[in-house]
């Protein structure tokens, strides 16, 4: 099963609950210094009451009954329970929160939540939130989960969750025990052994307060094979070291030997050793949180070491970490359950965002890597179940020396994965591709842009090369201004042996003077080599195309973003996503501006049999929705829009987790489509970090929620460091009523595909998703000629995302883009069955470049190497 927050779709029906407030159990935890004063238990005002039998024997659940009238939501229970540890030398003693409907003899599984109390404390104190959990649970804030609540009774209630090495006998101490050890080894496994969890760290999260903060802290940081979210409220944690007052150093919890406290026992186990330690191969999210009124220490000196300040230094220092996301709350409060019921429920909001409900899919594919960093630059499957692709090398890979900078590799791979021949594309200067189309007669055009020298001045032009069957290049073309840089970002195949181009000019292409920053450009290089045409738009700001693609009349679509007005629309604001037809010569016919207030872009074009649909991502909540009454999921969501061939709109919607969503590449199945992009949050099931997702998007433009599917490493897939997609996707065998057929994913990575190992930065991973027959009509189609593989793709090139007014970096950073890939005649495959399986072959891809330019030439055929 998959989760799908209530922010994404509402997939639960919204009722209206009665907000249970907090029941003040237990004693608070302190809120001097680690912990020495006591903090003033919860309002009576916030209280309710809820029902424990707390004589039940283990295994005995006992109903929860809020008390709020009125209460809807369905309570779950709480289950005393103890677990053996032989770390500790006796028994974990727990409360387990079982979510209603839990079933031990089910088949449903659950995420778990670890929460840890604070010194003083006990089991008792977090068994207030069940009515919160229930609450969150009902209407859809987080998914059902198995809550366990243990006590920690060692150092006399002040143990702060490591393992102590003090063996004196100081009065009023006892020697220390291992905790950290038990609950991370004993209490983990023993929860994964008698209950329905779901045994992963992407499904596994620890939390705490004060002493509790401190301890989830340690856990998520130290053992990130079983935790990859940390809820941290009001940590007791010290940097550079504690207090002399702090019941750190007052119960050996950091003693040695006869030492109640010993300084490098501490150093050692304080959470910046901890992150100088941290992998970036398992992702950590941490939600922070503090009150404003904290315990306020009361010599100047030592006010570094009031909690709201020492939170803010721990949110500083990790969320620059690789590998670690966070956020960070100041809440209006003290050190009491005012602050930790809302950091409880805002955080476990942010958290469930990121939290797997069954463990991750399979990432199977292949990878290649230099030491360097290397992006994706273009996919094509064919019907036999081989594969070209583009690889943009930043290093050496085997068989191949960079030349400098960034090198195209078109590589071609038989169906049984064997290398057929591999051509570089590669001078001393930067090439990139952003695409691989079919050329006819087996061969293939790739597009990108390459740095070229123009009397001392270096820019980056418009490039497109194409290689025969065999890998041998009939001829290399450039084009653009030589004063400026001009980039292809979309390459379609025109079905007659050459290909169109998208992307842009930052000078005049044509003799077309510039409209402003950057105007996007379509262009058409013919069958020979030679530039057809060059159409020149835009707006008095930075616009874009990213992706181009043909219908079968000849129109030519594009699309796009855009900072302004462009000719014949309006802006609505911030960045805006676009989309245009032009003649088969050229001349502009229509084009439709739309998005929100903040960041859009469409990122995917590909031609319909009466229309086109359209792809990318919104900032924002989008102005003129079809149907109307969008609303934003949170953060940045997936956009997808048709229109008709004459332009009229049919169809614009947004949808998304709570994080930042994109989509990068639309491959056109059947008389339905498949659209690919990436998320950092839960539209199917987490793998860690940012993951690609495919979702299916039907005959008439609209995507399917339902059909969402989620894959990758625990590292960073499908997008760079800026969060820029780099994501191409291409049909590969076709589906028949029998059996499945499969769409090629080639993506960046900055993990690693199961089994293999990250050769250094980005890799690029390529896979195929089996997808089975969907519809069988003429349906969408790229290229409008003959040959095989349609698609899309996304890699670097810069477009604005996120708030309003932000955009792309500068020429030679990382951006998004799409290229709109091959021929395809009329819908060879269809989609569905978003499974992620087996895969069939390799691919790895591209680096970019600076800025380029020139005018069209053609430099005559040369062998591939080591053909």
Excluded: C
């Excluded at 399979?362 to 070209?388: E, K």
């Excluded at 919104?618 to 929705?625: I, K, M, P, Q, R």
């Excluded at 028949?736 to 089994?755: E, I, K, L, R």
């Excluded at 477009?799 to 799409?818: E, F, L, R, W």
């Amino acid at each position: 099963m998959t989760w799908t927050t209530k922010s994404l779709l509402a997939t639960l029906g919204a009722t209206a609950l009665a907000a249970a407030a907090l029941l003040p159990a237990g004693a608070a935890s302190a809120a001097g210094p680690g912990g020495s004063a006591p903090a003033s238990a919860a309002p009576a005002s916030a209280s309710a009451t809820v029902g424990i039998a707390a004589a039940a024997p283990a295994g005995t659940a006992s109903a929860l009954a809020a008390a709020a009238p009125g209460a809807a939501a369905p309570a779950g229970t709480l289950v005393p329970g103890e677990a053996p540890s032989p770390a500790i030398g006796g028994p974990i003693d727990y409360t387990a929160y079982l979510p209603a409907g839990y079933d031990p003899a089910g088949e449903t599984r659950y995420p778990s939540v670890y929460l840890l109390h604070g010194r003083g404390d006990s089991q008792s104190a977090w068994q207030q939130v069940a009515p919160a959990l229930d609450e969150m649970i009902a209407d859809g804030t987080i998914p059902p989960v198995v809550v366990i609540m243990p006590d920690a009774p060692w150092s006399n209630r002040g143990g702060y969750y490591v393992d102590s090495q003090y063996t004196g006998d100081d009065p009023g101490t006892t020697p220390g025990a291992a905790v950290e050890t038990g609950f991370t080894t004993d209490l983990v496994q023993y929860v994964d052994q008698n209950y329905r969890t779901v045994d992963d760290r992407s499904a596994r999260v620890v939390g705490g307060y004060s002493m509790g903060g401190a301890g989830a802290l340690r856990f998520a940081l130290a053992h990130q094979d079983l935790f990859s979210s940390g809820l941290v409220l009001s940590p007791a944690v010290y940097v550079p070291s504690t207090p002399v007052d702090s019941s750190t150093r007052e119960f050996g919890a950091y003693g040695v030997g006869d030492s109640l406290y010993d300084e490098a026992r501490y150093q050692a186990l304080n959470y910046p050793a901890a992150l100088a330690a941290f992998d970036p191969a398992l992702p950590v999210h941490l939600f922070i949180a503090v009150g404003d009124d904290e315990y306020v220490n009361p010599d100047p000196a030592d006010a570094i070491h009031d909690l709201d300040y020492e939170a803010a230094t721990l949110y500083n220092k990790a969320k620059r970490v690789p590998g670690i996301t966070a956020e960070f709350r100041t809440y209006d409060g003290g050190h009491d359950w005012g602050v930790w019921e809302r950091g409880f429920r805002e955080g476990m909001a942010d958290i469930a965002g990121y939290l797997a409900t069954e463990p991750p899919a399979p990432f199977d594919g292949v990878q290649t890597g230099s030491a360097a960093d290397d992006f994706a630059g273009g996919v094509l499957g064919r019907p036999d179940g081989s594969v070209v692709q583009a690889i943009d090398a930043g290093g050496d890979l085997p068989g191949h020396a960079g030349a400098g900078g960034t090198d195209i590799l078109v590589q071609s791979r038989a169906a049984d994965g064997s290398v057929s021949w591999t051509t570089p594309v590669a001078t001393a200067l930067n090439e990139r591709a952003y695409g691989v189309v079919d050329g006819g007669d087996g061969a293939v055009i790739t597009a990108g842009y390459q740095r070229r020298d123009h009397a001392g001045a270096q820019n980056d032009d418009l490039l497109a090369v194409k290689l025969d069957a065999s890998g041998s290049v009939l001829w290399t073309a450039t084009a653009g201004d030589p004063g400026a840089a001009d980039r292809a970002y979309g390459v379609a195949s025109d079905g007659a042996g050459g290909a169109y181009l998208a992307g842009y000019t930052s000078g005049s292409a044509a003799g077309t003077p510039s409209a402003g920053d950057k105007d996007a450009l379509v262009t058409h290089v013919g069958a020979d080599g030679v530039l057809d045409w060059a159409t020149q738009f835009g707006s008095p700001g930075e616009d874009k195309a990213f992706s181009v693609s043909v219908a079968p009349d000849g129109t030519v679509y594009a699309g796009g973003t855009a900072a302004g007005a462009m000719p014949q629309a309006t802006s609505v604001g911030g960045y805006d996503g676009w989309v245009a037809a032009l003649a088969p010569t050229g001349e502009l016919r229509w084009l439709q501006q739309f998005g929100s207030t903040s960041g859009d872009q469409v990122s995917a074009v590909t031609a319909t049999s009466d229309g086109v649909v359209a792809a990318g991502y919104t900032g924002g909540t989008l102005a003129s929705s079809i149907p109307a009454g969008a609303t934003s999921a949170g953060g940045v969501d997936l956009l997808v829009a048709s229109f008709a061939a004459d332009g009229t709109p049919r169809s614009l919607a947004q949808a998304g987790s709570a994080g930042d969503d994109r989509a990068s590449a639309l491959v056109p199945v059947g008389d339905r489509m498949l659209v690919a992009g990436f998320t950092d949050g839960a539209l199917g099931t987490p793998a860690g970090g940012v993951d690609v997702i495919t979702a299916e998007v039907g005959a008439d433009g609209v995507l399917d929620p339902a059909t969402f599917a989620q894959f990758g490493s625990p590292q960073r897939d499908g997008a760079d460091e800026y969060d820029e997609g780099n994501l191409f996707a291409s049909a590969g065998v076709p589906a028949t009523a029998d059996t499945a057929g499969s769409v090629w994913v080639q993506g960046a990575t900055y993990g690693a595909v199961d089994g293999a190992t990250n050769a250094g930065g980005s890799d690029v991973f390529l896979r195929a998703v089996p997808v089975a027959a969907l519809g069988g009509g003429t349906g969408p189609v790229d290229g409008g000629g003959d040959g095989s593989g349609s698609g899309s793709g996304s890699g670097a090139g810069g477009a604005g995302s996120g708030s309003a007014g932000s955009g792309s970096g500068s020429d030679g950073a990382s951006g998004t883009s799409s290229a709109s890939g091959g021929s395809g005649g009329s819908g060879a495959l269809g989609l569905t069955g978003l499974d992620v399986t087996r895969a069939a072959a390799l691919a790895l891809l591209v680096l970019i470049g600076g800025t380029a330019a020139a005018v069209w030439s053609r430099r005559r055929r040369h062998a591939p190497a080591g053909h």
